[in-house]
């Protein structure tokens, strides 16, 4: 057998996880239950921070997986059963019938249109229809129909078979049985994903009831270009544009009633994304949430939250819902709600909208229960803190909300992590060769330009701005164009299969394509055109949507003119356009890591277990980072033998050179051959230069030193990593005895005992979430319930106070403060405005703050004052990017390329990051991440050698007088000076092709393929 990795669920986890194990070239299976890939990413309308467009983003992916010669998608299949064990399991499969030929179908749609049966809309949750023979969505993949054998006429009485009358390509087939499928594999992974909470449960909200109740997934449906209303949000009950409308948090989450008592982690965040997107459809709008906390708890999502409110005028209501009754009338929703000061209010609303929560369902549990997973009290799949990608079940890993709910960015490198597993699986296995047959590329030389063009609607998100048939038929009458043609979604799988067909039938030497941004899905159309035989740079992208459609709503004639011009300028410009060439450049295969805390370490371990060789460098003395100071977990798995074990691991590894006590001073060069000067600081400090290919970031960050509170003035103010260190030796010093007084800490009161305390008082968010650091730290909440739990532990009587503004215990999170709560740990909320205060009065420690349910001043006298102090990034970031030429955010933390899809990448190739570098999480969140980063190395660190870039800078020899100018300008350090020709000369794996050289040389003796003068001054002769 050679390496082979079934992959189960074809949501985002499980197509990241394929992709980065194709791109091993490890072959994939990847099964998915329902007709197409793309799972519930597919039906979101934007996300959050960003608004992205959810489909923008993800179509690419799904093109990508669908023609990935590694990756072989079985859909409407089930997996039975797995057997055997790692390297050598065998999976039966049960394929289901679509009752289509898979082989023979086109994907044409004219079956479709023949259907006379219309069918309640699966994936628009019910709110339109669609044919009973239908395509999911219009960039599923595959794009095959699928037949719903519940309404078809012919499968139930033995009539109809219009569809297969229309079909050319006799590809329907009612005679399909289900199929069972064998394949032996090396390791699995489930990516099975998780189903939204049926809001008729709680009949108090009215759902199905009243019509103008909706949940958040068909919110989203309702927001989308593509969704039952084109994208124009309108009540269920009328069609008019609600004027106010509510989002009611928590529904089917942290509800003991119902025993979902775990938080779903991405509610609050995709209600505030809606409140925003509302105003932009409808401005003017009022919009409120009601929320029990605001759990913002994710990179840049405080200020999303900040945003919304401030320039989008969302209010933020802390209450739980109790009912909500109709007016018989108008059918507005009346929402009845307690205030924090114990008053019931009542208030009018024309929609409401429930966020709805995640859930492992039965089917879910059922499969599991097949496969001998283990499964948590909540019923995802159960992970220790330090395997979080490993299942109980060995050569078994999980990815994406499987294993709790979690958003999009923490699926991904779930998904990637879980492919490091995976594949470290198959070490001893061969690799089957699959080569990628594309055809010869055409020669174009001497032709004229035959240029096709082809236009997107993009749902509505260009249309609604944009008269897309307009700017089709102009284009066609511009000197050069032989076809024009709209899509609705230009990036979906049909829609390249169209472009493909169109380059061969019209023999197109030149396509431009008029859509959204390039920077995501110029890749995408290059590759089509290779696989047609046209070379990648034959190609040139107007950007009718960024630049034209979103920011021209409000001027819709102006916007289709300057769409207009833009086709125009490409059109101009792609005439002039010469195929190029990319250089072929080896790849060392080593990778450097920076950082030895543990998320270093396990990207170290990951990348050594594999074969590559590692340089791990480590500023300090020890290894473990901010991990030393952690002595237990939330969940309360001890950490030092960890830590331990993980140490003794790296330094007895033969393949990882491990560097501590040093610093980088200096790097340079490119994907696959960086080389590093370090200052390693021995017996004898000397320095020492390192090669490799990549680069993992995992700097670490610093613990926030606070300057309020008495902080440094009195003994009795600590910080809660000084509270967990002292109550870890507490508890691994202090005999079995509970009387026992030889405690042997150095607890800074009441004679070291933390036994003899009466009163902690824990303030939260102190130097997070305030004016200089306008982010959360993430972990403060779940340390404060950590060591809250273990001072009751040890001290049953004593009382306990957490000053909080937001609980941010996310995901199963919830059931440790549950169990504070119900271990008798008083929280106490406080707004932002009134933060407590702290005053030494006569030698006794109190605590002022106002309580908002009592609505007054509260006085607490205490022993101990616990700071919740957050996490700030790294001195050494700000030197570190400027040496890899990386971005930070305002934070100081590192930026990777994309918050959603590429959430361990850097823009810069072959350089990753991991860790708190990264941002604050929690260990689980780094090892994730850790092992993500390390999967991501891997897709480039198998590899031979990799394609520079075609669109780089090139010398007229003739014209460069050698004034090396264009050396000191390059921020890529691509140039040097050759001292025999005095030339300047470019490395083409280093350019980047920003074009800083170019325009900097006097002697006009720089081009940029791509962007030579002539194709510039002949889009601007047109304008």
């Known amino acids: ?44 309308d934007k996300t959050f921070p960003t608004n992205d467009c959810a489909m923008c983003i993800l179509s690419p992916k799904l093109v990508e997986a669908g023609a990935h010669p590694y990756i072989k998608i079985i859909t409407n299949a089930e997996l039975e059963s797995i057997t055997g064990q790692a390297p050598n399991f065998e999976a039966t499969i049960i394929k289901k019938p679509r009752y289509i030929n898979e082989e023979k179908c086109t994907g044409c749609g004219i079956c479709v249109s023949k259907c006379p049966v219309k069918i309640p809309d699966e994936y628009n949750k019910g709110l339109s229809k669609t044919k009973c023979i239908h395509i999911p969505f219009p960039q599923a993949v595959p794009a095959i129909p699928i037949i719903n054998k519940e309404y078809c006429v012919y499968l139930k009485r033995g009539k109809c078979r219009k569809c297969e009358e229309s079909c050319e390509m006799k590809a329907i087939d009612f005679n399909q049985k289900e199929e069972i499928i064998k394949i032996n594999v090396g390791s699995v992974i489930l990516a099975l994903g998780s189903e939204e909470f049926d809001a008729t449960l709680k009949d108090e909200y009215g759902y199905k009831t009243f019509p103008n109740v909706m ?17 124009h949000i309108q009540r269920p009950s009328d069609g008019k544009e609600p ?48 929320y029990m906390d605001m759990r913002a708890y994710g990179k840049d999502f405080d200020k999303f939250v900040d945003r919304a409110k401030d320039d989008y005028k969302a209010r933020y209501i802390h209450a739980r819902i109790s009912s909500i009754e109709v007016n018989p009338i108008t059918e507005n929703l009346i929402v009845r709600y307690a205030t924090d000061d114990g008053r019931i209010k009542k208030e009018e609303f024309e929609l409401v909208v429930l966020s709805v929560g995640i859930l492992s369902t039965g089917k879910i549990k059922e499969t599991a229960g097949k496969l001998n997973i283990e499964l948590n009290e909540c019923g995802f799949s159960r992970a220790s803190s330090f395997s979080p990608v490993s ?36 070490t001893e296995l061969p690799v089957k060769e699959i080569k990628e047959e594309l055809p010869e590329e055409i020669n174009i030389e001497g032709q004229p330009p035959r240029i096709g063009v082809f236009v997107c609607r993009c749902g509505i998100n260009i249309a609604a701005t944009v008269d897309v048939p307009r700017v089709v038929e102009y284009a066609s009458t511009l000197g050069g164009v032989v076809h024009s043609q709209e899509f609705i979604f230009a990036c979906s799988q049909d829609s390249q299969k169209s472009i493909n067909e169109k380059i061969k039938e019209k023999n197109l030497n030149r396509v431009v394509v008029a859509a959204c941004t390039p920077r995501t899905h110029e890749p995408l159309f290059q590759k089509t055109l290779q696989a047609s035989g046209l070379n990648p740079y034959l190609f040139e992208f107007a950007n009718i949507r960024e630049q034209c459609s979103w920011v021209h709503q409000e001027v819709k004639d102006s916007a289709t003119k300057k769409a207009c011009d833009l086709l125009r300028m490409a059109i101009s410009k792609v005439k002039l356009f010469s195929p190029l060439s990319k250089a072929t450049i080896t790849i060392n295969k080593k990778a450097l890591v920076i950082g030895g805390g543990v998320a270093g370490m396990i990207a170290s371990l990951d990348l050594a277990a594999q074969g590559f060789g590692v340089h791990l460098v480590e500023k300090e003395a020890e290894l473990g980072g901010n991990f030393r100071h952690l002595h237990y977990t939330l969940s309360g798995e001890e950490t030092k033998n960890f830590l331990t074990s993980l140490i003794q691991k790296v330094k007895s590894n033969k393949l990882i050179d491990l560097y501590t006590k040093s610093k980088i001073k200096e790097i340079n060069g490119y994907l696959g051959n960086f080389k590093t000067r370090l200052a390693v600081s021995r017996k004898k400090p000397s320095e020492s230069v390192i090669e490799h290919g990549v680069v993992i970031v995992a700097a670490g960050a610093e613990e926030y030193k606070p300057t309020e509170y008495l902080y440094g003035k009195d003994d009795r103010v600590i910080t809660q990593r000084q509270l967990e260190e002292w109550l ?9 005895g509970a009387d026992s007084k030889d405690t042997g800490t150095d607890f800074p009161v009441l004679g070291g005992d933390p036994r003899t305390l009466k009163n902690v008082v824990m303030i939260q968010c102190v130097g997070s979430r305030d004016e200089e650091r306008p982010y959360c730290s993430r972990v403060c909440c779940s340390q404060a319930i950590k060591n809250a739990l273990k001072l009751r532990e040890l001290n049953p009587k004593l009382n306990i106070y957490i000053l909080y503004r937001d609980m941010r215990s996310y995901g199963i999170k919830e059931l440790y403060y549950k169990k504070a709560r119900e271990e008798g740990v008083i929280f106490i909320r406080y707004e932002e405005e009134s933060k407590p205060e702290v005053r030494n009065d006569g030698g006794r420690l109190k605590i002022k703050v106002k309580d908002l349910i009592l609505n007054r001043d509260l006085l607490i006298d205490t022993d101990l004052l616990v700071l919740s102090s957050g996490i700030i990034a790294s001195k050494g970031n700000k030197n570190l990017s400027q040496m890899l030429k990386v971005p930070l955010n305002a934070d100081g933390f590192f930026l990777e390329a994309h918050v959603k899809l590429r959430p361990v990448d850097f823009a810069t190739d072959g350089i990753f990051v991991c860790g708190l570098a990264h941002y604050p999480k929690d260990i689980s969140e780094a090892i994730t991440q850790a092992k993500a980063s390390a999967a991501r190395a891997m897709t480039i660190l198998t590899k031979e050698y990799f394609e520079a870039e075609g669109k780089i800078c090139e010398i007229r020899k003739e014209r460069c007088s050698g004034c090396g100018l264009c050396v000191e300008i390059c921020p890529y350090k691509a140039l040097e000076l050759d001292e025999k020709e005095k030339i300047a000369v470019i490395n083409e794996a280093l350019c980047k092709g920003c074009g800083a050289c170019v325009s900097s040389c006097r002697a006009n003796a720089i081009d940029l393929k791509g962007f030579k003068d002539e194709e510039i001054l002949a889009a601007l002769e047109v304008v």
Do not use: W
């Open 215 to 231: 949940t958040s997934i068909e919110f989203e449906r309702i927001l989308s270009a593509s969704g039952p209303t084109q994208g």
């Open 1 to 44: 057998m050679h390496k082979r990795v079934l992959v189960v669920g074809g949501g985002i986890a499980g197509i990241q996880a394929s992709l980065d194990l194709a791109e091993m070239n490890i072959e994939v299976y990847l099964i998915e239950k329902g007709p197409s890939i793309g799972g519930r990413m597919a039906q979101l």
């Open 243 to 290: 004027k106010s409308i509510a989002f009611i948090q928590c529904v089917g989450s942290r509800d003991m009633q119902l025993g979902n008592e775990y938080c779903s982690a991405i509610c609050c965040m995709q209600a505030t994304k809606d409140v925003i997107l509302v105003q932009e459809h409808i401005p003017g709008v009022k919009t409120s949430i009601f």
């Open 728 to 736: 870890g030796e507490s508890d691994k010093k202090s005999s079995v």
């Open 391 to 426: 299942t109980s079940r060995a050569g078994i890993f999980v990815a994406g909300t499987f294993s709790g709910p979690k958003d999009i960015p923490e699926t991904v490198m779930e998904a990637s992590g879980s492919a490091s597993g995976a594949s470290s699986l198959l």
